[in-house]
């Protein structure tokens, strides 16, 4: 129990760190869906007031409309998309692209959110990005959120969310996600992948500093099952040893890196309190049966043939987003988990 207590607050410590920064509420939006952007502006200007709150809304992003703020002026820009859209039978080349809310008033010790929605793309690939480059401007300066490069060791990283693929007709139906994004659309049919190649894109190597992941999947659960397993690949390139200290996701309040051993004959799991090593230079495969992420207090299922992210943080490398392709319960491993009902 102790044990579990002190984890408790290493993961607090990391979220209060990353609370400081300017956030989106959604951390997924489903691809060719609507969906709703909540920008979380948790501080001023060193110390001073925000008066302007500007967000640059990313190629993939079409249709949107910004919400108005009782006590800011609302400022828009339009211009050219990447690439055209088909929204409800008409062509839309251009759009809203940014959005200000100007002449308001938010002090450095309060918290705001700023609101627009709009449609994700149905070319967006699952497992990417969007990300909404966002600036703060006070009377002497300006807080900016632009960084894209998807570290989290950087200062000022731009606010984001990770694309899901569309869901197909026959799967929606069975859906008992408590996920909100995108569900309440009217743009259903905008570029309606079917749902078989969902795992597709999943399966793409994600680098972060000098560790290459990839092969990333996790086990469907079934309704009820209380944990679900995660297993990836990853490689280290560089000349330094790194460590995986932490998954986070959003279908479960606790992630933990587990080890699965042989002892006196029985297999057993135990979590790994000081997160797995990465040496350089090596290669560490997670897989059903040895090293794994174990997500505990499953809030949701994990659906076959959707895209689960995971934030995996390295001590050197720093986080990064991981979409994890969810396979058959018993995809890729022999063993039965079964001491996974222990927990
Ligand atoms: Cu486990």
Redesign the pocket.
Known sequence: MYKTILMAGVLAGLGSSALAHATLEQSQAIAGKTTKITLRVPHGCDGQATHTVRVALPDGFYAAKPMPKAGWSLKTETGAYAQPYNNHGTVMTEGLRSVQWRDGHLEDGWYDEFILRGVVGPEVEAGSVLYFKAVQDCADGSVDWTDTSGSHDVPNPAPGLVVVAGESHQSHSGHSSGHGSGHDSDHGDAGHKDGHDHNHEAARTVTVGALEIKGGFARATLPNQPVG?GFFTVTNTGEADDRLLSVATDVSPRGEI?EMSMDDSVMK?RKLEDGLVIAAGETVVLKPGGY?L?FMELTQPLVKGEVLPVTLTFETAGAVVVPLAIKAPNARGSDNHSS?DGH
């Open positions: 397993g587990h799991m794994h174990m996974h």
